[in-house]
């Protein structure tokens, strides 16, 4: 791309879901606006987040083609800020398939589809650890074996250690002091941390705790049916 815009200059009048957008291949689109509102976007140029800025973004579908790029964040400077992309549609949805000139690959709906390049940086974060101590029903709190940085509100899993994967958890957090997380509600199900000697074979077992909450999130819209959104990524060239 050649030529730089923003979002406001170029769309100034109000969009809905009926709107179809192309960004052409000369042109770099930065998104000043905080919310946005679509039928389908299609980007052959490029099209980026100010970082630090907060987003709602709603699309029934989003094509990123050739030499197309969708960017938030860059890896040495993560997006600081939030983005939510939102896809609609149902079972009943149309169905995009690349045809003209030639048959290409079925995108489907709701849905990312991208044959170009989509860059996602979002917060470095404590996303993954164990437990330090057994946690057992009735607790509010967790010991992990590290510390970590996660946030008032931010929402963790605590995964099942018995033969029944529904005792898995979701929780808040409330609180954070090192590596003690204070949870929003009492566990459910007990929670193994202990390490197993079986002859001269010494392994952990521990459940896994992991941060859920990210600062960029593709999600599917479920108000209407539980049908899921998809990111499909592939090249084509017809």
Same mark, same amino acid.
């Not at 009943?92 to 990312?112: D, L």
């Not at 079986?198 to 952990?204: H, N």
């Given at each position: 791309p050649n030529v730089?815009?923003?979002?406001?200059?170029?769309?100034?009048t109000s969009?809905?879901?009926?709107? $179809?957008? @192309?960004?052409?291949?000369?042109?770099?689109?930065?998104?000043? !606006?905080?919310?946005?509102v679509v039928d389908n976007l299609t980007i052959c140029g490029g099209l980026e987040f100010v970082n630090g800025m907060n987003y709602v973004f709603d699309a029934n579908l989003i094509l990123i083609l050739g030499a197309g790029r969708l !960017? !938030?964040?860059? #890896?040495?400077?993560? @997006?600081?800020?939030?983005?939510?992309?939102t896809l609609h549609?149902?079972?009943?949805?149309?169905? @995009? #398939? @690349?045809?003209?000139? $030639? #048959?290409?690959?079925?995108?489907?709906?709701?849905?990312?589809?991208v044959f170009g390049q989509m860059s996602l940086h979002g917060k470095q974060r404590s996303t993954w650890t164990r437990l330090a101590q057994p946690a057992l029903v009735g607790q509010t709190s967790l010991m992990l074996i590290n510390s970590v940085d996660w946030n008032l509100n931010d929402t963790i899993v605590v995964t099942s250690t018995s033969f029944d994967p529904s005792e898995t958890e979701v929780f808040r957090v409330v609180s954070v002091s090192g590596a003690v997380v204070t949870l929003n509600a009492t566990l459910k199900y007990n929670h193994t941390a202990e390490r197993e000697t079986?002859?001269?074979?010494?392994?952990? !077992?521990?459940?896994?705790?992991?941060?859920?909450?990210?600062?960029?999130?593709?999600?599917?819209?479920?108000?209407?049916? $539980?049908?899921?959104?998809?990111?499909?990524?592939?090249?084509? #060239? $017809?």
């Open positions: 730089t815009s923003t979002w406001s200059s170029l769309f100034p969009l809905t879901a009926r709107t $179809a957008i @192309f960004i052409n291949c000369s042109l770099y689109v930065i998104v000043d !606006v905080s919310t946005i !960017v !938030v964040g860059y #890896q040495d400077a993560p @997006f600081t800020g939030s983005l939510v992309i549609g149902t079972a009943f949805s149309p169905e @995009f #398939q @690349f045809k003209y000139p $030639a #048959q290409g690959p079925v995108v489907g709906a709701k849905a990312i589809g079986i002859g001269t074979l010494s392994y952990s !077992v521990r459940a896994e705790v992991g941060l859920l909450t990210r600062n960029i999130v593709i999600l599917g819209d479920r108000s209407t049916t $539980a049908f899921c959104c998809r990111v499909i990524m592939g090249t084509y #060239q $017809a």
